[in-house]
């Protein structure tokens, strides 16, 4: 685990440090390209960078600006070196992360399966683009309640801070064992996607320097860690940074609400301190560049005077369980596209309480064992994917599954009509069922049969337990669909 961790970093190129840190002021600092054009020498040396200006003013021509998203493009006749560098590593990360994708799927087939259902769907109702950015990691510990950030982007509209999970020994043993349950249950890689944070920020915690300690001791790797907050509590970001540079690196993340946040970072940490930290740009006037989502969802509807248009997405990284130290909750999570039914870009299962740690295993137990049902309970109603539309093709024994973003063909003699009746969301496995028996002629075994087939698709989905949604008609056939 340690190796795949760090292959990465360790086989990054020298130049890579100073490259990222000229692109980071590139894209974070507003004022920099202008300056950089007026007198390149003299803004480099005040960022400690020491590499050719004319050779890093490649990556951010208008000819060239292809290469900082697109470095598979043909690369050019004598290309700088420190400009192959950066392609060649870029595309590692890209390779990476797709790697990845497949290798941390978890080890339980029943729990992969249904990790995968997911990355289906959200290629119908996202596109394989977006889709394919959504790691699908398999839980989250929040150790604080709320947020002191406040986020004015916060996709998942977190609350004001107003708990910590205190760092005592029953405490301690409570998401040690916890820890330990779920890297059993998902297996050591798909586990060390795991995260600490959630609707808080790992800042907040006093002794989140601790919990850092105790994730790599169980899992293996460090937990890859996020905070809005490094511009406003330096001190505490290398703190945590210095904690996690003593396990093998991995990507770990600034996200920075203003200039201000910027400056203060860079002047804090030099380009190798920031090596293995994405820095993100969150400024207000690229409210438009956001999904619609938590809080710019609602920005966006009452910012009448920009008249922003929504941008369907989401921004959960998240298929599986949350754990809430503070309330003392688990419920179950996954990505979908911002709307008003989902303000937050999730579906989630209403929450499971416990007390301590013999309970918090139970409740694990629980929510593992919905995940891992092929098929829904009888109270559970089929909906198709969001945007998703079943039409009859000309090709006899086939249906044609299509979205705005994919399509899909299905060997199926049931007519779409029947198909977009059966799932939308007013009957549960049994009405699915006698629709395709009754109305489309298929035999109970082949409309069991598509049925997985859809499912595993992502054309098809059924909500979690306790999850808001339509309410099922029990013991209900359907009649005359045309």
């Excluded at 970072?265 to 006037?285: C, G, T």
Aim: aromatic share 8%.
């Amino acid at each position: 685990m340690a190796d795949r961790a760090s292959s990465l970093f360790t086989a990054a190129p020298r130049s890579h440090p100073h490259v990222k840190r000229f692109v980071d002021a590139w894209f974070c600092d507003p004022d920099f390209p202008a300056a950089f054009e007026a007198d390149p020498a003299k803004v480099l040396a005040g960022l400690g960078i020491d590499l050719d200006p004319d050779d890093l003013s490649v990556l951010v021509s208008p000819e060239e600006t292809g290469i900082l998203t697109r470095p598979d493009l043909p690369r050019p006749e004598g290309e700088a070196t420190v400009v192959a560098e950066w392609r060649d590593h870029a595309l590692e990360r890209f390779r990476a992360i797709r790697r990845e994708r497949r290798e941390r799927s978890p080890v339980c087939p029943a729990l992969a399966r249904w990790r995968w259902r997911q990355i289906g769907r959200l290629g119908f109702e996202l596109g394989s683009s977006l889709a394919g950015q959504i790691r699908h990691i398999p839980f989250a510990f929040e150790l604080t309640s709320g947020c002191s950030g406040r986020c004015w982007f916060c996709g998942v509209s977190a609350q004001p801070l107003d708990g910590v999970f205190e760092r005592s020994d029953a405490n301690v043993e409570l998401f040690r064992g916890l820890l330990a349950r779920l890297v059993e249950v998902f297996g050591a890689a798909s586990a060390s996607d795991g995260i600490l944070y959630w609707a808080t920020d790992p800042i907040d915690h006093p002794e989140y320097e601790s919990f850092i300690d105790d994730y790599a001791e169980i899992v293996g790797v460090a937990p890859t860690t996020v905070t809005a907050l490094a511009g406003r509590q330096p001190d505490r970001a290398a703190s945590i940074l210095d904690r996690l540079k003593v396990h093998p690196p991995r990507t770990h993340r600034f996200s920075l609400l203003s200039p201000r946040d910027y400056h203060t970072v860079i002047e804090r940490f030099d380009a190798e301190d920031l090596a293995s930290v994405e820095l993100l740009p969150q400024y207000r006037k690229d409210l438009g560049l956001k999904f619609a989502v938590g809080r710019a969802r609602t920005r966006m509807a009452s910012d009448k005077g920009t008249k922003i248009p929504p941008r369907t997405g989401t921004i959960a990284c998240l298929s599986g369980l949350i754990i809430d130290l503070v309330g003392g909750t688990i419920r179950l999570s996954t990505p979908c596209p911002g709307s008003d039914a989902t303000p937050d870009g999730v579906h989630e299962s209403s929450p499971r309480p416990f007390c301590g740690l013999a309970e918090g295993l139970e409740v694990i137990e629980e929510l593992v064992e919905e995940l891992k049902r092929s098929h829904p309970t009888p109270d559970l109603p089929i909906l198709h994917a969001e945007g998703v539309e079943f039409l009859d093709s000309e090709d006899p024994g086939v249906v044609r599954v299509v979205s705005s973003h994919r399509g899909l063909r299905i060997e199926s003699s049931v007519r779409a009509a029947v198909l977009t009746e059966a799932t939308t969301g007013r009957f549960g496995v049994e009405g699915f069922v006698n629709a395709l028996v009754e109305e489309g002629g298929a035999t109970v075994h082949e409309a069991a049969s598509l049925l997985d087939r859809l499912a595993d698709a992502g054309v098809v989905r059924w909500p979690f337990s306790g999850e808001q949604g339509p309410k099922v008609i029990l013991g209900r056939h359907l009649r005359n669909v045309h």
